[in-house]
């Protein structure tokens, strides 16, 4: 009871995660019961539980999960975060809940799948089901598949994707499990419901009983599709509209609906494509040029077979499509055109979109065959050719339908009618539009007058089956000519049409769903009405009374009846019968005075007068529907008519002319009568204003074009040249009123060129002056009618559009009545002009056919392998389409052999090639089109090429090409997509600039932009930053046409990491997408965009009021979006806003807020990185606090905006301190979400704000409280490891001025949690820091405890990183400043390398502290080193800057010695610091003296000196060439051991290629171990971090072994470099080869095997090669180590005795070359620590075995000798080896059997010999002792050189065999020096200011120059002895490695194997300052020798003085 009581305590989500499964009982039904309660669904209370949900379900304990599956459903069901825990909650309902036994179980387990379908997760449920069926418990392969039926039952096919369904299907039939088999027939039956017989292909081939037992279910089913009965949060009214036909009884339902539901899958979709290019006969195309038809027929008959697979596999069928082509077209037996034809179908059938590529190849060739009379090639032509309409669009083919048309085979005619009838069937309004339907009516309108009966049938049906596509409406105006009779035959046979699915068409009474997009779509809000208004037949019975219903504008559906029953009435007038003069009299009596009639023709001019005032009167009173506007026309021109010579009458009777065409229903037949009489009167002085006005109310009424045009005509008939002028005038005018739009250029631009070449200059005037109107609309494309006139003309031409240049469009002030309706009613009237009059112009160009000219000679030369005749070809090719100027899109061959070009290996024809498409471009005009996937594609690709040329060439031609096609052919299908999936940096960079620049300007976009997503985010994090940058750019793009959500929905198939990226950057896109293009007013071509702005306003503002602001964003006015529109809204009320104060001050707003984030009302703000939530909250707070101006800046997407928000905060901060203080929480919280952003201006501006506002808290003494810190300190401290460092210096002030306004014991454990980083600079920032908060306050600081904080400190003196450890080093250094030698207490346990690194810092940088330090009161220490903050830190700050790569240090290190080099204290590596100034400045009287003794002072003065020689200038370049290798070899050796995968394979490549080479290789002599260390250290990298990173690629991986393993079996394959290993690195070296043997993680890597079999052959070759003495060492001292280290060693262990065994049985051979003294030792070692009663105890007895063969073997082969190589062994008595060894010697029978005196006397001179030897030896060793120490090295070499004075005969040999070549020569010289300086020889100064501290150089007397080598030795022991190593540890292998083994075999009584890790991080250490040193000793000897001297003596000299001043002030 006493545990119950005690879980029943806590609070329910720790309930949940209780060990005992009666708390998490309990714990689950308290979380069920809160779920329930909770009401808001975005409540914070979820986000507890988001972690805990996978538990609920996959609990181990059944009861407790059952009830866990009720509260995981409640939860899912309400919570808002819910759908983030879709992924794993499912995977453990799949894998732990549908494997149980309990019906329940499994049932609550499918529900919550059901639920996370409901809230929009269904993919990834689908997903984690789908990964179920591969599970091998059949339990939950069935669960899985009665969830998915499930899903599809109640969801729908719209909701669950089938496709991937459908795929795994076929495959759960083969089960052997029954259950699994029958639930998968269930499966199929349910899926069989929604898409019918879509899913018989994919299951043909399942067992043929199961299929005919699912045909048996099939045929059961009832054929009215299912209905969706679940719907998802977001079909609420779905939901609504649901349950209200259930409640009426199911009777109604949506026809729309079902019939989408039908064909939402399409079977083809559910195929696997087949590749069949590769399984053609090889023989094709030799038989199907056969001369035997049965060959031919053979070959056809073998792709009829591959063809017939319904879906097939993208490739290049273009070779197979030409050869079908020949065969349809040339081919004269009928049953192969047919074959072929049946092949072509099934081709299309089966590419679909892909196949389009070749369509325009194919039709031209079909259509021309349709001459065939029988029936059956003619149904293979049909069908062929309908079903390549399929994969293209008709306006691709238009071309060449209309070619056709014309043709005198009536039989072509008829087929071309009737494929377009079948085509328009297909289509929809959006898909048929007016520039598409024109051209073909208008050829339809000729064949319905054809003398063929068929022809005529033909095109009837083709007529009426476009009116029933789209409307009467649309099609009437290109049916003017027809009469009645033939309108209503063609209205018949659209009564007749049926399209596809039974949709009605628009011309009948309802819409069809193909109707509905367009509506839907098109942003002009009165598109829609015209479509659902009554239909035509009812409006012209109507026709009266209709338009008077009601102000047109207001309503409307009364518009759009309005707009609908003029266009009919007019349709019906267009066609009006001339009215007889009787008639005419009639009617005109019926409305017209009589008097004013029996006036008209009176010979008296005052009576005619009269009769035209009475006429005009009752014109302006009559009825506009009862106004006979024919009769009164032609009774204005009875006679006198037109000839009138009054000129008052002419007026009069102009002006009425002008007044009927208003006020009437003027037709076009009433138009004709009064024209030939208004223009006669144009030019008249008099009359000539009233007949311009008439003409343009004419205008007005019957469209200007339609007028343009007749009256143009008119005019040019006759000969008057004030006419012409005058009517060229009134156009140029009437063009500017009316605007651009349909003028037919073509009709009357014959005319303006009469015009340009009359004799009357007047008239030539009025040309010019229209063509200038004219380019105002059409731009440049206008010249080019014009480009034949005479060069003066032209000259003028071109002035007045020079004129013109610059200048908009004006705005028309006029419309066509019936053309205002249509373009407000129909989208089709806009995209008819899309692209402007610049688009029109080029269809009215007078074009060439150069078919015919491009020949197959053409095309060969073009393709032959020779260049020079390629570039002939191409050549003439060119001068083909110069020459015709303008062509026709038919150029037969030229595509395919261009585009095979734009590939060539020569450049410079690809250039040329591309200069060739930039012309066809300009040539063909919109043609273009059906050539984009064949030609435009292939530019894209030269996009990727390497030239920039070539890429800047190729972009041209693109945006060529894009001007005259527009943008949707190049989106639309996958070839995009598939360019993008090219990785080339240059091609990716190139195509998504170009997409980010076009997109925005398009109003729509094909559906197939979706495919170019993926490529997209992968172009997201392209390892190329331009390729990122651009790919960032295109991302808004995107997002406008295709939304954020479906964005965001497909970056469900990223990798997490992945996902995490991008969806950021979806987040960052979305706040700046623009806004989307609405529907541009149609204008001109040039001017189009500026021409949209005016009319919108006038005119839209009249019909929808949202659309001149739509047209603003379009025009660049607010192009960032919507947020840019305020400031043009505003306006002046901003200004008057901002003079208020910034920040409202609410009365405990900030401890209120403090409240509720401690009762956690609101989110804690703590996160990685700042999620959408805390953002809203925040700017929810800051809302009632800060002014709204200020906050909209704050968050504005533009960080300019933002930084002008800092800017006001800044001038502010002063003025309002005590309201920026009641908001500081917000303000500190707000600057944390900056810290997230990577704009460096925001960055900067931000910290430059915060250091005044800790200025202004510290004056005020104001002082930060823990909710305050905790909200910005620790991401503060996230900045401190920016990566500039400026950044960095103004967050290290921030930092210390932090201090005044919050505890530094409070801010302490926020930078040591900083030092838990990842981020290396952050580490060592961060122990900088806590380093100043020591040295500044003292121990206290420290929290919790010092000694806790100084040992998480002191663990990073073992980092990686250099800059870290010195840090670390430097901190602990402050420490010890501190608190003395006790910092080694408070450190704890460091292991043996730190500490000797922790000694040798303390030892040179510590500064002096007394025994018992004396303290300092706080205040005291604040005041004296805060001041001086750059001091406080002077020591250490190097350290922080040093680059962590060598070339960086050396080139820095470089550049510091030449800034200082004429300073006084120059800039030196910290350890030589030393600030006199600063310690002449302290008058402290702190007794420091006794420290100063002699030796001391003299250590101080050396390292001073040591840069000296950098006061001179440095050459870059390096004379000796030993000395730039050597640095070489150590930088590309320090490269080996990068993190880069990349960079480390370079540098062993490098190395790997000098070893290769024996006559260089030996360059890498003395770096060996330098090598070794770096290689192992890479192998351990890729150990603990690339194995395990699923980003790195593997490939890479396997490549860098097998880069290590080259090197290394090219270094171990050199004797020589190999035996230079030593002990400690070749023990490394194995332990990592066996480390990486066992590591199964390779073996699973493709090739890991391999890497495997190459390390084994490594480890032999390692064994055979190296030094046999320290190889044998290095195995025993790793198989001690792997005994003594337990976890995971036994399997090394066992390696490390085999390779052991290895080398034993090799003794025989090798004992001589071997040290037997090291080995003994090593053994004597290993039985110290393993005796034999704890070998015995080890789990194997191999070690123990190992062991004793090892000791028989060396006794065996030696004998009683091997106890004389026991000398290193201390205590010898105590040895268990020394007995051992007895007893075998004594067993062998070697000290055994009768002891004559010989052997006594043998046996006693051996005694005598050993104890004479082993003298010897103890002598020697320690005389070598002294040379190795630091201190006692001229000791040691002065016993040395004694005792073999007095022991000539001594032989050092054994000593030195070991050692280095560096040691052996160093004692050589120092025993040359003794001698020299015995004997009395003079010795040379040395040129080098390095001071000789026990080692002298010696120089012969004939003054020899000295190698540098020398220096290069000198330089090595100065730097051993600065204190790199412990004394202890001798000359360790931080300067000379190979050295290690030798002195540790001779000299140290208990020699340790030192790791390569020390030796590495030593010389790393010393490399900047090694290589720099030397070289300046080289350069400065190379110079002046008394020069360089003199500096430094003086230098000596002052800092002798210096310290002796210091002395005597202390005193």
């Known amino acids: 009871m006493g545990d119950d009581s005690e879980w029943m305590k806590l609070p329910i989500d720790q309930k949940c995660e209780h060990k005992v499964w009666k708390a998490r009982l309990n714990g689950y039904e308290e979380a069920l019961k809160l779920f329930q309660k909770i009401e808001d669904e975005k409540s914070p209370e979820w986000g507890k539980y988001l972690g805990l949900i996978k538990k609920f379900v996959t609990d181990s304990n059944a009861v407790a999960q059952l009830k866990g599956l009720e509260a995981a459903l409640a939860f899912i069901e309400n919570a808002h975060v819910a759908g983030k825990t879709t992924g794993e909650v499912v995977s453990g309902v799949v894998t732990k809940v549908f494997n149980q036994p309990k019906a329940r179980a499994k049932e609550l387990g499918m529900d919550i799948c059901l639920m996370y379908i409901e809230i929009e997760k269904g993919e990834v449920v689908q997903d984690e089901l789908l990964k179920g069926l591969d599970n091998k418990n059949p339990k939950i392969v069935v669960a899985c598949i009665e969830t998915l039926r499930k899903a599809l039952s109640e969801f729908g096919s719209k909701i669950v994707t089938l496709k991937p369904v459908v795929k795994v299907l076929p495959k759960q039939f083969e089960s052997r499990e029954k259950a699994v088999r029958d639930e998968s027939k269930l499966l199929a039956v349910e899926i069989y419901k929604w898409i019918r017989d879509a899913l018989r292909p994919p299951l043909q081939n399942i067992n043929s009983v199961q299929l005919k037992e699912l045909e048996e279910e099939w045929v059961k089913l009832p054929p009215s599709p299912p209905k969706q009965t679940r719907f998802l949060r977001s079909q609420q009214d779905l939901k609504a509209k649901f349950e209200q036909q259930q409640a009426q009884g199911g009777e109604q339902s949506d026809g729309d609906e079902e019939e989408e539901t039908a064909v939402a899958v399409d079977p083809y979709d559910l195929l696997e494509p087949v590749e069949i290019l590769s399984k053609m006969p090889k023989d094709f195309y030799e038989k199907i040029e056969a001369k035997k038809w049965q060959e031919r027929k053979e070959a056809l008959e073998a792709v009829e077979a591959l063809t017939k697979n319904p879906k097939l596999e993208n490739g290049d069928y273009g070779d197979l499509v030409r050869a079908l082509k020949k065969v349809v077209g040339k081919d004269a037996n009928v049953m192969l055109v047919s074959m072929a034809a049946k092949c072509l179908a099934e081709l299309a059938s089966g590419l679909r979109k892909k196949f389009g590529t070749y369509a325009g190849q194919v039709v031209p060739t079909i259509l021309e065959k349709f001459k065939e009379k029988k029936l059956q090639v003619v149904q293979s032509l049909q069908e062929a050719i309908d079903a390549i309409f399929l994969t293209t ?6 071309e060449d339908i209309l070619g056709v048309m014309d043709n005198k085979n009536p039989s072509i005619k008829q087929q071309a009618s009737l494929f377009l009838a079948r085509s328009f069937r297909h289509c929809t309004q959006a898909t048929l539009p007016k520039s598409v339907l024109k051209p073909f009516c208008a050829a339809l309108v000729k064949q319905v007058n054809d003398s063929a009966l068929e022809v005529r049938d033909a095109a009837f049906e083709a007529l009426g089956t476009a009116m029933k596509v789209v409307g009467e409406k649309a099609v009437n105006p290109f049916l003017a000519d027809l009469d009645k009779l033939k309108l209503d035959k063609i209205k018949e046979c659209a ?23 367009p509506a839907a779509k098109a942003p002009p809000a009165a598109e829609a009405p ?72 009176s010979g008296n ?128 005018n009437a063009m500017k009123e009316f605007g651009f739009a349909g003028i037919n250029v073509k009709g009357f631009i014959n005319n303006v060129k009469t015009a340009l070449g009359a004799t009357n200059p007047a008239v030539r005037t009025a040309a010019i002056t229209l063509l200038g109107v004219m380019y105002l609309y059409m731009g440049q494309p206008l010249r080019m009618f014009f480009e034949d006139e005479k060069p003066a003309l032209l000259a003028q031409i071109d002035a007045e559009f020079e004129k013109m240049q610059g200048q908009s469009p004006p705005a028309p002030i006029r419309a066509t009545k019936k053309a205002t309706a249509e373009e407000d009613g129909d989208e089709g009237a806009e995209q008819d002009e899309d692209g402007g009059a610049g688009q029109d112009i080029m269809d009215l160009l007078p074009r060439t056919d150069i078919g015919d000219k491009i020949t197959s000679d053409l095309v060969s030369k073009i393709e032959d392998k020779n260049w020079k005749i390629r570039k002939e070809g191409l050549d003439e090719a060119a001068a083909i389409i110069s020459e015709a100027k ?130 997209l985010f992968t172009c997201l994090e392209d390892r190329n930053a331009d390729v990122r940058k651009k790919a960032q750019d295109a991302l808004p793009a995107f997002m406008m046409h295709l939304g954020y959500d479906k964005m965001n929905k497909a970056t469900g198939k990223l990798k997490p990491a992945s996902k995490d990226q991008v969806v950021a950057m979806l987040e960052k896109a979305r ?61 002046l009320k901003d200004d008057e806003d901002k003079s208020g104060p910034i920040f409202v001050l609410v009365p405990n707003a900030k401890e209120q807020r403090m409240k509720e984030e401690k009762q956690l009302k609101i989110l804690k703000w703590n996160f990685i990185t700042p999620r959408d939530e805390y953002v809203e909250q925040l700017k929810t707070q800051m809302a009632a606090c800060f002014a709204k101006w200020l906050l909209d800046e704050m968050f504005h997407f533009d960080f300019q905006r933002q930084v002008k928000a800092i800017g006001v905060m800044i001038e502010r901060l002063n003025t309002e301190s005590e309201a920026t203080i009641s908001c500081l929480d917000l303000i500190l919280k707000w600057i944390t979400l900056r810290f997230f952003e990577t704009n460096t201006t925001i960055l900067m501006k931000v910290l430059e704000y915060l250091k005044l506002l800790f200025t202004m808290l510290n004056r005020e003494n104001y002082h930060l409280t823990e909710y305050e810190a905790n909200s910005f300190v620790p991401y503060l401290i996230l900045k401190v490891g920016e990566s500039k460092d400026v950044v960095r210096k103004d967050v290290r002030v921030i930092l210390s001025m932090l201090c005044k306004v919050y505890p530094a014991s409070k801010l302490f454990p926020f930078l040591m949690d900083g030092t838990k980083s990842k981020n290396s600079k952050q580490r060592a920032e961060c122990l900088e820091e806590l380093g100043c908060l020591i040295e500044g306050y003292g121990m206290n600081v420290c929290q919790p405890t010092p000694a806790k904080s100084l040992k998480e400190i002191a663990v990073h003196i073992g980092d990686r990183d250099t800059s870290v450890r010195n840090a670390a080093l430097n901190t602990v250094v402050a420490v010890y400043n501190v608190c003395g030698e006790q910092v080694y207490k408070l450190i704890g346990n460091l292991s043996e390398k730190d500490m000797s690194m922790l000694e040798e810092r303390i030892k040179r940088s510590a500064k002096k502290t007394p025994a018992a330090p004396v303290k300092q009161s706080t205040a005291e220490k604040t005041q004296r080193e805060q001041p001086t903050n750059p001091n406080a830190t002077f020591l250490r700050k190097p350290a922080q800057e040093d680059p962590g790569k060598l070339k960086i240090m050396y080139r820095t290190y470089r550049i510091q010695s030449r800034q200082n080099a004429h300073s006084d204290h120059p800039s030196i590596p910290k350890e030589f610091q030393l600030d006199l100034d600063m310690i002449e400045q302290d008058q402290r009287s702190v007794c420091e003296l006794p420290d100063l003794v002699q030796h001391q002072l003299d250590e101080l003065l050396e390292p001073v000196m040591i840069p000296e020689p950098k006061i001179r200038s440095i050459s870059p370049h390096f004379d000796d060439l030993h000395s730039s290798t050597a640095s070489t070899i150590n930088f590309v050796i320090s490269q080996v051991a990068s993190g880069d995968i990349g960079t480390s394979i370079q540098a062993l490549a490098q190395i790997d290629e000098v070893l290769r080479q024996e006559d260089k290789a030996d360059v890498m002599s003395g770096h060996i171990d330098q090598l070794l260390i770096a290689t192992i250290m890479q192998l351990r990298l890729i150990n603990s971090t690339h194995l395990a990173d699923d980003r790195v690629d593997k490939k890479d991986l396997i490549k860098l072994y097998s880069c290590i393993m080259g090197n290394m079996m090219s270094l171990f394959s050199m004797e020589t470099l190999a035996r230079e290993a030593s002990i400690g690195v070749l023990k490394d070296l194995m332990h990592s080869l066996i480390t990486l043997m066992l590591d199964s993680r390779v073996e699973d890597v493709e090739d890991g095997t391999q890497v495997i079999r190459s390390v084994n052959l490594l480890v032999i070759r390692v064994l055979e090669h190296s030094d046999q003495t320290n190889i044998f060492s290095a195995l025993l001292v790793l198989l001690q180590d792997t005994l003594v280290s337990n976890a995971g060693s036994l399997k090394v262990s066992e390696l490390v005795m085999k390779c052991l065994w290895r080398m034993i049985r090799f003794l025989p051979e090798n004992i001589n070359s071997l040290n037997l003294d090291r080995i003994l030792l090593d053994v004597h070692n290993f039985m110290k620590v393993f005796p034999k009663e704890k070998l015995k105890q080890l789990k194997t007895d191999v070690p123990h075995r190992t062991l004793k063969t090892l000791c028989h073997t060396l006794c ?193 009584s208990k020699p340790s194997v030192a790791s390569s890790t020390d030796m590495l991080h030593s010389k790393l250490s010393q490399l900047k300052e090694s290589r720099e040193l030397y070289q300046q000793e080289h350069n400065t000897r190379s110079g002046s020798p008394a020069r360089a001297a003199s500096p430094a003596t003086a230098n000596l000299d002052d800092l002798k003085k210096r310290l002796e001043r210091i002395k005597s002030k202390r005193q």
């Open 605 to 732: 001019w005052k009576e005619r007068l009269a009769s035209m005032e009475e006429f005009q009167r009752a014109v302006e009173t009559m009825d506009k529907a009862a106004m006979p506007c024919q009769a009164l026309v032609r009774m204005l021109a009875k006679k006198p008519g037109w000839k009138e010579t009054n000129f008052q009458v002419m007026q009069m009777k102009l002006h009425i002319v002008g007044l009927v065409a208003q006020r009437g229903q003027f037709s076009k037949t009433s138009a004709s009568v009064v024209l030939d009489g208004l223009v006669d009167k144009i030019g008249d002085v008099k009359c000539g204003g009233n007949a311009k006005s008439a003409l343009t109310a004419i205008g007005e009424t019957c469209s200007l074009p339609w007028t343009a045009e007749q009256v143009v005509s008119l005019v040019f008939a006759q000969k008057n040249p004030k006419n012409q002028a005058e009517t060229l005038n009134w156009l140029a």
């Open 393 to 398: 669009t008709l306006q691709n083919l238009s």
């Open 495 to 517: 009564d007749k049409v049926e399209l596809p699915g039974g949709k009605k068409g628009a011309a009948g009474g309802g819409l069809s769903a193909g109707d509905k997009k």
């Open 1756 to 1948: 065996k082969l030696t004998g009683v000798k091997i106890l004389d190589h026991l000398s290193m062994i201390e205590n010898r008595n105590e040895s268990e080896l020394e007995a051992y060894l007895r007893r075998v010697v004594k067993h062998s029978g070697n000290l055994s059997g009768t002891k004559s005196d010989r052997g006594n006397e043998k046996s006693a001179l051996g005694t005598d010999d050993r104890m004479s030897k082993a003298k010897v030896s103890d002598i020697l060793s320690e005389i070598f002792k002294k040379i190795g120490s630091k201190e006692n090295t001229k000791e040691g070499l002065t016993e040395l050189y004694e005792y073999k004075q007095k022991y000539s005969d001594a032989d050092l040999e054994p000593f030195l065999r070991n050692t280095s070549q560096f040691f052996q020569s160093y004692v050589e010289r120092g025993l040359r020096v003794i001698e020299s300086e015995r004997e009395g020889k003079p010795r040379i100064q040395s040129s080098s200011v390095i001071p000789q501290h026990n080692v002298e150089s010696s120089l012969s007397s004939s003054n020899e120059e000295l190698k540098p080598a020398v220096y290069y030795e000198r330089l090595k022991i100065l730097r051993q002895r600065q204190g790199l190593e412990n004394t202890t540890r001798a000359l360790s292998s931080e300067d000379e490695p190979p050295q290690r083994p030798a002195i540790s075999s001779l000299l140290s």
């Open 1071 to 1131: 706040a700046v997408m623009p806004a989307k293009t609405a529907a541009p007013t149609k204008t001109g071509g040039k001017g189009s965009a500026e021409q949209s702005r005016a009319p919108s306003a006038s005119r839209a503002s009249e019909d929808f009021t949202d659309k001149p602001e739509a047209k603003k964003v379009r025009g660049g006015a607010a192009k960032k979006g919507a947020a840019g529109k305020k400031p043009a809204t505003k306006g």
């Open 530 to 601: 015209p479509k659902s208004s009554a239909p035509p037949k009812k409006s012209q019975t109507a026709s009266v009374s209709k338009p008077s219903a009601g102000p047109a504008k207001k309503g409307k559906p009364a518009s759009a009846a309005g707009g609908k029953t003029k266009k009919t009435s007019d349709s019906k007038e267009i066609t009006e019968a001339e009215i007889s003069p009787e008639a005419c009299e009639e009617l005109a009596a019926a409305v017209l005075p009589a008097s004013c009639l029996q006036q008209l023709d």
């Open 886 to 1015: 303008f062509i026709t899109a038919n150029i037969g061959e030229l595509p395919l052999a261009l585009k095979g070009r734009l590939t060539d290996s020569n450049k410079i024809l690809v250039q040329q090639t591309l200069s060739i498409l930039q012309q066809l471009a300009t040539a063909m005009g919109p043609g273009l089109k059906q050539h984009v996937k064949v030609l435009g594609f292939p530019v894209i690709t030269v996009l990727g090429d390497s030239k920039v040329n070539l890429r800047t060439a190729a972009m041209a031609t693109l945006q060529a090409w894009v001007e005259q096609t527009g943008m949707k052919d190049w989106l639309e299908g996958e070839d995009l997509s598939e360019e993008l999936k090219r990785e080339n940096p240059f091609l990716r960079q190139e195509v998504l600039g170009w997409l980010a620049e076009k997109l925005p300007t398009l109003r729509s976009v094909p559906g197939d932009l979706m495919l170019c997503v993926p490529q």
